[in-house]
């Protein structure tokens, strides 16, 4: 019995040893996940809808996401509005982990409003996939409007992410409300809904740090280790 007991002591250390050295996600997703919000058609000149004449295209806003489409890297999942006009939240998704990444579905919910815009596709390591609006008619990722006006102040829904891979879907919240600019229509910001700019730059969700242990974590359990393997064989009734 005390063989065994001594045996199964040393197979937990190892078990926590390799669990300690490997890099931890917090969401368990193998990817960072970041949100945005892409907006070049509040801009300071009057909008024309549904041209978007007014599109502020070049240059594109101060706070407008970037990396963004023809970045190197990069791979875009969207479409403007007569291709060049952006009114849509929207995600970047970096693969850093040495292995290409295959994402079946992403689903966007903002309250009872869902967006499945994106199918499946592959991140490769060392590359990011963007997904933002797919229509070049209509703003069709615009989740900014999904709360209305509200009077300027968050109707306290905080969107959410869920996405699976490998038959596995972890959700994901955006809690500083990015992809609907703070839980009300930022576009629409008085009764008279002045062109705000929405657009927001890559913000990393919450919980996407990865990281190790500290070293004396290691050390602490090296030792132990080392104490079991050396102890006394007549202490353990060999």
């Known amino acids: 019995m005390k063989r065994l007991q001594f045996w199964y002591s040393v197979l937990v250390l190892f078990v926590l040893l390799f669990a300690v050295q490997s890099p931890i996600l917090a969401n368990s997703v193998p990817l960072t996940v970041s949100v945005g919000y892409a907006d070049n058609t509040h801009c300071a000149s009057a909008l024309t809808p549904p041209l978007f004449q007014g599109s502020c295209i070049s240059p594109l806003p101060a706070l407008f996401p970037n990396p963004w489409n023809g970045s190197p890297n990069t791979t875009f999942l969207?479409?403007?509005?007569?291709?060049?006009?952006?009114?849509?939240?929207?995600?970047?998704?970096?693969?850093?982990?040495?292995?290409?990444?295959?994402?079946?579905?992403?689903?966007?919910?903002?309250?009872?409003?869902?967006?499945?815009?994106w199918g499946s596709f592959t991140v490769l390591n060392g590359t990011s996939t963007i997904l933002t609006q797919t229509s070049s008619l209509v703003p069709n990722f615009?989740?900014?409007?999904?709360?209305?006006?509200?009077?300027?102040?968050?109707?306290?829904?905080?969107?959410?992410?869920?996405?699976?891979?490998?038959?596995?879907?972890?959700?994901?919240?955006?809690?500083?409300?990015?992809?609907?600019?703070?839980?009300?229509?930022?576009?629409?910001?008085?009764?008279?809904?002045?062109?705000?700019?929405?657009?927001?730059?890559?913000?990393?969700?919450?919980?996407?740090?990865?990281?190790?242990?500290?070293?004396s974590s290691l050390m602490l359990l090296g030792v132990g280790l080392l104490g079991l393997v050396r102890m006394p064989r007549r202490k353990l009734g060999f």
């Open 142 to 215: 615009d989740t900014s409007d999904v709360a209305g006006f509200n009077g300027g102040v968050s109707n306290g829904v905080t969107p959410s992410i869920a996405i699976t891979i490998g038959g596995t879907t972890t959700t994901l919240l955006d809690t500083n409300e990015i992809l609907n600019t703070g839980g009300f229509d930022l576009g629409c910001t008085d009764s008279g809904c002045v062109l705000t700019n929405e657009s927001h730059p890559w913000s990393l969700i919450p919980g996407q740090v990865t990281g190790t242990p500290e070293p």
């Open 78 to 117: 969207g479409t403007g509005i007569n291709n060049v006009g952006f009114d849509a939240g929207a995600l970047l998704l970096t693969n850093t982990g040495g292995a290409a990444v295959t994402v079946t579905d992403v689903t966007v919910m903002i309250g009872a409003t869902s967006f499945d815009l």
